[in-house]
């Protein structure tokens, strides 16, 4: 019998052969959430994580209620594809056995209503499961990228018909887990099977092609940072005795700021060597000795001159590539009166000037404090791409994120890392800018 591990390497090599690579969580082998069960897939399960940002670490390692992995795949808005687990995972359950009889048979075609549970029957065992990040209906490059793992999964295994089922479909608990129509994504799988499984004819043979010099300058690496100081708790430089501070964000060559007063934006310039441009608390620093920046670029909200946002534009000295890096500050939720309605309709007003603010620009950075569910389904419908996850921040509100725009690309995934400087976080990530295409 083939392993897990095998037919993982074999469904995601067919993934690379049609375009689609994965990112392997380090440990994926041998991880596996049961000590008295093995994993011998029958079917895929899908869901949809109930979250609008679930972070790679909560699939990977569970939560206090439930030990991890949840999943064998997650995959997350960013479009990327993350191979959690070969071994068993936590994911689906108690629920009834009778569609799953028939979803490993490949009988289930239109979607089906699922039976009632006894208590002691779960798919866990018996199916790979998938974990596609967001609320309800999957963002469309998550269905996509899930209809893709799934036809990958059923070559591997040579299963001819649609094995998959929903969590909605095994259990009355989880109703709406996806909210996509499961009869048109059994559909899509069997569609996406037949067209890579087709014999592949030979090209026709043709010339060599000239060959083409080597570029001169390759795509500009960078860190970029997203930083909230919280000025009110800031005293003498005390973010210096935070080593992992220090030897991460400061290390940065973009950093957007916020809550920044004067003196701590010089103690910042003057400590790390970085060229700074205030608008108010909100600040962007970059490292001279790898950009050339101009225009510098204010935007203002007008309420108690605190909040807003500044932009900068920023040219490579590697390659020549260009983008604007922005830093946002929108305005807490005491600093306007009001109803909550009231409150995040000024929110999402401000959002949307910063959009308007950065529309003139292909390729932008922005980042900042700003409360994500006002800003993040407005960025995202503005052709914007979450880096890092939203941040928990005073509690349970989600304040700090980063997104990005055109041909900025994340090299390696969004982190985050606590300060003592601060009860925000700091949020991480690798960026690259592509150089700029000759024209003639």
Same mark, same amino acid.
Not at 25 to 53: F, K
Not at 70 to 96: H, K, P, R
Not at 135 to 143: G, M, Q, S, T
């Given at each position: 019998?083939?392993?897990?591990?095998?037919?993982?390497?074999?469904?995601?090599?067919?993934?690379?052969?049609?375009?689609?690579?994965?990112?392997?969580?380090?440990?994926?082998?041998?991880?596996?959430?049961?000590?008295?069960?093995?994993?011998?897939?029958?079917?895929?399960?899908?869901?949809?994580?109930?979250?609008?940002?679930? #972070? *790679?670490?909560?699939?990977?390692?569970?939560?206090?209620?439930?030990?991890?992995?949840?999943?064998?795949?997650?995959?997350?808005?960013?479009?990327?594809?993350?191979?959690?687990?070969?071994?068993?995972?936590?994911?689906?359950?108690?629920?009834g056995s009778a569609n799953f009889t028939?979803?490993?048979?490949?009988?289930?075609?239109?979607?089906?209503?699922?039976?009632?549970?006894?208590?002691?029957?779960?798919?866990?065992?018996?199916?790979?499961?998938?974990?596609?990040?967001?609320?309800?209906?999957?963002?469309?490059?998550?269905?996509?990228?899930?209809?893709?793992?799934?036809?990958?999964?059923?070559?591997?295994?040579?299963?001819?018909?649609?094995?998959?089922?929903?969590?909605?479909?095994?259990?009355?608990?989880?109703?709406?887990?996806?909210?996509?129509?499961?009869?048109?994504?059994?559909?899509?799988?069997?569609?996406?099977?037949?067209?890579?499984?087709?014999?592949?004819?030979?090209?026709?043979?043709?010339?060599?092609?000239?060959?083409?010099?080597?570029?001169?300058?390759?795509?500009?690496?960078?860190?970029?940072?997203?930083?909230?100081?919280?000025?009110?708790?800031?005293?003498?430089?005390?973010?210096?005795?935070?080593?992992?501070?220090?030897?991460?964000?400061?290390?940065?060559?973009?950093?957007?700021?916020?809550?920044?007063?004067?003196?701590?934006?010089?103690?910042?310039?003057?400590?790390?060597?970085?060229?700074?441009?205030?608008?108010?608390?909100?600040?962007?620093?970059?490292?001279?000795?790898?950009?050339?920046?101009?225009?510098?670029?204010? *935007?203002?909200?007008?309420?108690?001159?605190?909040?807003?946002?500044?932009?900068?534009?920023?040219?490579?000295?590697?390659?020549?590539?260009?983008?604007?890096?922005?830093?946002?500050?929108?305005? #807490?939720?005491?600093?306007?009166?009001?109803?909550?309605?009231?409150k995040l309709k000024g929110k999402t007003?401000?959002?949307?000037?910063?959009?308007?603010?950065?529309?003139?620009?292909?390729?932008?950075?922005?980042?900042?404090?700003?409360?994500?569910?006002?800003?993040? #389904?407005?960025?995202?419908?503005?052709?914007?791409?979450?880096?890092?996850?939203?941040?928990?921040?005073?509690?349970?509100?989600?304040?700090?994120?980063?997104?990005?725009?055109?041909?900025?690309?994340?090299?390696?995934?969004?982190?985050?890392?606590?300060?003592?400087?601060?009860?925000?976080?700091? *949020?991480?990530?690798?960026?690259?800018?592509?150089? #700029?295409?000759?024209?003639?």
């Amino acid at each position: 019998m083939t392993s897990n591990v095998q037919i993982l390497k074999d469904a995601m090599k067919i993934l690379a052969d049609h375009g689609t690579e994965v990112k392997w969580v380090s440990g994926w082998e041998t991880r596996d959430g049961s000590q008295r069960n093995n994993l011998v897939p029958e079917a895929v399960v899908v869901h949809h994580t109930g979250d609008p940002s679930t #972070p *790679l670490n909560i699939i990977r390692d569970g939560k206090p209620s439930l030990v991890g992995p949840l999943a064998n795949f997650l995959v997350g808005q960013s479009g990327n594809i993350y191979v959690v687990a070969a071994g068993y995972s936590n994911n689906a359950g108690y629920g009834g056995s009778a569609n799953f009889t028939k979803a490993k048979a490949g009988k289930l075609t239109s979607e089906v209503k699922p039976p009632a549970s006894d208590g002691t029957w779960s798919a866990n065992g018996h199916a790979w499961s998938i974990e596609g990040d967001g609320v309800a209906n999957w963002p469309a490059i998550v269905r996509q990228h899930t209809i893709e793992v799934c036809a990958a999964l059923h070559i591997a295994q040579g299963w001819k018909e649609a094995r998959v089922i929903a969590h909605k479909e095994l259990t009355r608990r989880k109703p709406g887990d996806p909210g996509d129509d499961m009869g048109k994504v059994r559909e899509d799988v069997l569609k996406l099977i037949a067209a890579w499984s087709a014999p592949v004819p030979d090209p026709e043979p043709t010339p060599d092609p000239e060959p083409t010099p080597p570029p001169d300058v390759a795509d500009d690496v960078f860190r970029a940072a997203s930083f909230n100081i919280e000025n009110q708790r800031f005293g003498g430089g005390a973010y210096s005795a935070d080593a992992k501070f220090a030897k991460t964000v400061l290390k940065a060559s973009v950093l957007l700021g916020q809550e920044f007063s004067s003196s701590a934006g010089d103690l910042f310039n003057s400590e790390m060597g970085y060229m700074v441009w205030p608008h108010n608390y909100v600040r962007v620093f970059w490292s001279p000795s790898k950009y050339d920046h101009g225009p510098n670029m204010p *935007l203002s909200f007008n309420d108690k001159g605190v909040n807003g946002a500044v932009a900068v534009k920023l040219t490579s000295k590697d390659n020549g590539g260009t983008f604007v890096a922005c830093s946002v500050h929108i305005r #807490p939720g005491d600093a306007i009166s009001g109803t909550a309605a009231q409150k995040l309709k000024g929110k999402t007003n401000d959002v949307h000037a910063v959009i308007d603010f950065l529309a003139e620009f292909p390729d932008v950075l922005v980042g900042g404090d700003w409360n994500t569910a006002a800003a993040r #389904p407005l960025m995202l419908a503005a052709g914007y791409r979450p880096v890092t996850p939203d941040v928990p921040t005073h509690g349970k509100d989600k304040l700090d994120a980063m997104y990005v725009k055109g041909n900025i690309e994340v090299r390696s995934d969004g982190s985050v890392i606590a300060t003592s400087s601060s009860d925000h976080k700091a *949020l991480l990530a690798n960026l690259t800018i592509p150089a #700029p295409v000759p024209t003639n």
